[in-house]
């Protein structure tokens, strides 16, 4: 009987696929450059695009599973350069966790670090520029929370896993604000036909503006403005 039909396949072929031994240097190479680059990108997309899972944790799943995959389905993807990026990915995750613990400045440099969206019921703009956030999505997300208008919030702030953190005035405290019910800011306009209260469309910035063609608002020199609410917060 043919030995070759007992045993149709060799060590090495199983355990390096098509590869030699020296492609385990090349394997470990491999690794490092794709684990920063993920780790770049997901910083780069923002705490937004990795919301409830830290960085690293995305790393490992992202990572393990590609390792885990390949050999499953590709005969030439052999066993051993998998286990070494299981192991090298750990040991990463293992290193730059401990890392993170014991020196402040780079868990900040790594994963960021908690921003004020909003300060006394008007937005932070810079803060703002510095996150991939849509402003259909925040206000969802305020709603869900039952404000229905900024003047209700003294401070939101996006923390370092992506989630709002929100708190709020008391009732009595309660201001005029932007309001953020669907449909609101459709209202917009740059004539100001009555007294009221008015909020800036794109800041939030809210002041009492007499009848007038135009007002400049004075945090941010846009034009339009909606009525403003001073609504309590739903619970």
Not at 22 to 48: A, D, N, P, Q
Request: aromatic share 10%.
């Amino acid at each position: 009987m043919d030995p070759n039909l007992l045993m149709p396949f060799t060590w090495k072929e199983l355990l390096l696929g098509s590869e030699d031994w020296s492609f385990l240097v090349e394997t470990v190479l491999r690794t490092l450059i794709m684990f920063v680059v993920i780790v770049v990108s997901l910083r780069l997309l923002g705490k937004r695009g990795v919301k409830q899972l830290s960085i690293f944790e995305l790393v490992v799943i992202i990572g393990l599973g590609s390792a885990a995959g390949d050999p499953m389905f590709y005969k030439d993807v052999g066993i051993l350069p998998s286990l070494i990026v299981f192991a090298i990915i750990v040991g990463l995750y293992s290193l730059i966790t401990v890392l993170i613990g014991k020196n402040k400045h780079f868990e900040r440099l790594v994963e960021g670090r908690p921003l004020i969206l909003i300060e006394n019921g008007v937005f932070q703009i810079e803060n703002f520029k510095k996150e991939a956030l849509g402003e259909d999505e925040f206000f969802a997300e305020l709603r869900l929370s039952g404000v229905s208008q900024l003047g209700q919030i003294e401070q939101a702030i996006e923390e370092s896993s992506g989630s709002i953190s929100i708190f709020y005035y008391t009732d009595d405290d309660v201001r005029y604000g932007l309001p953020i019910m669907p449909g609101m800011l459709e209202r917009k306009t740059r004539e100001i036909n009555r007294q009221n209260y008015y909020s800036c469309t794109f800041c939030g910035n809210t002041v009492m503006l007499a009848p007038a063609k135009e007002y400049i608002c004075s945090r941010c020199q846009r034009k339009e403005w909606v009525a403003a609410s001073n609504k309590k917060r739903i619970r």
